[in-house]
């Protein structure tokens, strides 16, 4: 499990899409879960959940698009 103290999308989207599966936990924002390479979306989600996959998964789509 790694741990972010901070909320930067980019740098989590570049872990997510390198490990491919796993768990991370992000401060503020709670823990989440990776598979294939895309964030998942927690069991008990509200909108800052939501928010954070849509973000974190839009990224790993820009990083693979180079």
Do not use: C, W
């Not at 930067?8 to 989440?32: M, N, Q, W």
């Amino acid at each position: 499990m790694r741990m972010f103290k901070r909320y930067v999308p980019t740098l989590i989207a570049k872990h997510v899409s390198r490990l491919f599966s796993g768990r991370i936990y992000i401060d503020g924002r709670g823990g989440y879960e990776f598979d294939k390479g895309m964030l998942l979306v927690p069991v008990k989600a509200q909108q800052r959940h939501f928010q954070t996959v849509n973000e974190i998964n839009r990224e790993i789509k820009r990083l693979r698009e180079f």
